[in-house]
């Protein structure tokens, strides 16, 4: 069923919603895989590393459990040349429908697993290493922002890195880093991703195969306690950062990482779990938790307890669907991505005065960019404001988001390509430190949306459409008249008939 969180890449990987569970080496077992899809997500089996032997019987699980679309994350950089060609031959021979690369990703292996029909997703941390791999041939790229947990690539704020490689590349792209909830999601829809990976929040489900330690302590987390170190280190390459829940290796009491001689803490049937190495606890695992890698995204304080997978994609799903709805009431009927109410009757629609879809979707992706760049002059504000104001922002950050929702359904709606760039707005708006005048700034630029609103809602036939910015044109104008009440701006008639910089 499409709903207004339906992008491309749900075509590609072929689930309901853009809710991607990343492929957590370890902790992302076939348990997990079908909780998250069954629940409209699409799963990826945490395979690093391991024998090919577990990467077919974690595949013929998924099948049994009529499981067909999922995919297996590999990680070259942290495998043996010899295992990670039996993983890729073994992927092949068993038909993995998606694999998630990540990591000093041979542009040779990108074009292998392609011309074996797979999709290939890579991971980046960089907008250089995107468009490499989006040259190799990689169907769907992965920004990760310095906010993830486990480990991270790159040194840029999600919130930065993203609309970058959305705008410069052409795959859809998703967002890594942090996110745990609806309104992560959202927030991610509106910069231009098409969906959001989710790592630590499905850690701390019943199905994940991590251990009942780590999940409490993610669970007991705050904000604060996630580190970013290169203190485990052992299986990968060195200085590979990892973010991880401060313990008593990140607080050196338990030696240095790189001199102290190697010392077993704990045992997984057999195989010996050492101290500043990356296995992180596993149900399968015995030993001194506390001391091995307890991987955390910086979202971790917004998981509130150890709920099942399928719950906590359904409640990401509702959330973000509130969040992104124009609240005008719906007709009972699933909301389709396309609608021929406009083009199909294109000659009728301008004898009767309506707009074609050649003057409607360049409009309509015209306010996209506009919204997208008003949403991340918000999400970053947020951080600035003083508290007197943090409520104010927060609230015009949602409806941005909320709105940036609307014009792409509007855009699917007429069968076109929503905008993937960001009005010039945000850079212009980002170099005024001043944050009443910052806000003021938007407020005219709010002014210049609701005028372009008012003259293009008259030329709209879709009844669909035509509810749904009416309702944003209202939520325009109240919201002008908050910053108004709050601040010494002009009232937005007064300002020229030119966007400032969307």
């Known amino acids: 069923m499409a709903t207004i969180l339906h992008r491309p890449v749900c ?16 902790v992302a077992r076939s348990e997990l895989v079908v909780a998250v899809t069954k629940a409209g997500g699409f799963g990826f089996l945490g395979m690093v590393r391991e024998p090919t032997d577990l ?6 699980a998924l099948r049994s459990r009529g499981i067909e679309r999922f995919g297996v994350n590999l990680i070259p950089a942290a495998t043996e040349r010899v295992l990670l060609d039996a993983q890729v031959l073994t992927c092949i021979e068993v ?16 074009r292998r697993l392609r011309d074996a029909g797979i999709v290939v997703a890579c991971q980046t941390g960089s907008l250089a290493e995107a468009r490499a791999m989006e040259d190799a041939g990689a169907q769907i790229l992965i920004a990760q922002g310095i906010e993830a947990g486990g480990h991270v690539r790159g040194d840029l704020p999600l919130n930065d890195l993203l609309p970058g490689i959305v705008e410069q590349t052409e795959v ?17 829809l ?11 929040a499905l ?107 399928t719950e906590r994609v359904c409640t990401i799903a509702a959330e973000a669907m509130s969040l992104l709805d124009a609240g005008v009431p719906s007709q009972g009927a699933p909301i389709e991505l396309a609608s021929p109410a406009c083009c199909a009757h294109e000659m009728d629609d301008r004898y009767m005065g309506f707009a074609g879809c050649d003057t409607l979707l360049p409009a309509l992706n015209e306010l ?52 993937r760039k960001t009005g010039a707005l945000h ?68 300002i020229q008939d030119s966007a400032p910089g969307g």
């Open 203 to 309: 850690i701390a489900t019943r199905e994940a195969f991590a251990h009942d330690y780590h999940k409490q302590r993610l669970v007991d987390a705050d904000g604060e306690d996630t580190i970013l170190t290169d203190a485990f280190h052992i299986n990968w390459p060195r200085g590979a950062k990892v973010r991880v829940l401060a313990n008593s290796v990140t607080r050196g009491k338990r030696g240095d990482p790189f001199s102290t001689p190697r010392t077993i803490i704990g045992d997984e049937a057999g195989r010996p779990i050492y101290l500043f190495s990356t296995d992180s606890p596993l149900r399968s695992m015995t030993g001194d938790f506390e001391a091995m890698a307890l991987y955390a995204g910086k979202g971790v304080a917004r998981v509130s307890g150890i709920a099942s997978a």
């Open 11 to 26: 075509d590609l990987l072929g689930c309901t919603y853009p809710i991607v569970q990343a492929g957590m080496g370890g």
């Open 95 to 110: 038909g993995v429908p998606v694999v998630s690369l990540f990591w000093d990703v041979p542009l040779s292996l990108v």
């Open 172 to 188: 859809p792209v998703l967002a890594a880093g942090g996110l745990t909830n609806g309104a992560d999601l959202a927030t991610m």
């Open 427 to 494: 850079e212009q708006a980002m170099t005024i430190a001043d944050i009443p005048e910052r806000l003021a700034f938007l407020n005219r630029g709010q002014g210049w949306v609701a005028r372009k609103l008012k003259m293009l809602l008259p030329t709209i036939r879709d009844e669909t459409i035509h509810a749904d910015l009416a309702v944003m044109l209202a939520s325009h104008e109240s919201d002008i008249s908050l910053v108004t009440a709050e601040l010494p701006v002009r009232p937005y008639a007064d």
């Open 368 to 419: 996209l960019e506009a919204e997208r760049a008003g949403a991340r002059v918000m999400l970053r504000t947020a951080s600035e404001a003083p508290e007197a104001l943090k409520s104010l922002v927060m609230a015009i950050h949602r409806d941005k988001v909320r709105w940036c929702g609307v014009l792409t359904r509007a855009v699917h709606r007429l069968e076109g390509v929503p905008s």
């Open 55 to 60: 990467i077919r019987a974690e595949v013929a």
């Open 190 to 200: 509106s910069l231009g991703a098409q969906g959001g990976v989710f790592g630590t």
